[in-house]
């Protein structure tokens, strides 16, 4: 699994992804389509600020690790769901989510969408932006195989 030193741009996460030639066809509805939401990346994870309670509107800015995007991005077509602690499955929308309590009402207003794409994407900037290195990926890799064995 030894690529050499880390290059920009290069994709190490095709290592961990095996065959994902099928990723291409995981466009749904993600985060990128809820506009006025803003995202940042950052050394822990997405900063994804502005999101709004869908029942009284409340805002809210939460961060997402980088650790559950790759949980998320390692999901494909046929494969075994992947998911992150509290995270659901959306089939709808191709996408996995968290759902959060709105501290002012209550109700679960709050909800973060990602496409397996998507957090691939995100993984490549964190990545490129040296906030993810090759010894994080093994060993959420690793974190994987632990409780779903690769066929
Ligand atoms: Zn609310």
Known sequence: MYKGSREQGVDYFDD????NDEAGIL??????DFDSVKEQITPEGVAVSQLSCHSCGTKK?????????????QNRPGGPLML?????????NMSCYIQMKCPKCGEAGFAVHYTPDEARNRLRQASDAGFIDQA???EWAQKIAMYAPRR
């Open 61 to 73: 800015n939460i961060t997402i690790s980088w650790e559950e995007l790759f949980y998320v991005s």
């Open 27 to 32: 466009k749904g509805q993600g985060l990128a």
């Open 136 to 138: 994080m990926v093994t």
């Open 84 to 92: 992150p602690e509290g995270w659901s499955r959306s089939e709808r």
């Open 16 to 19: 961990v992804l095996g065959n």
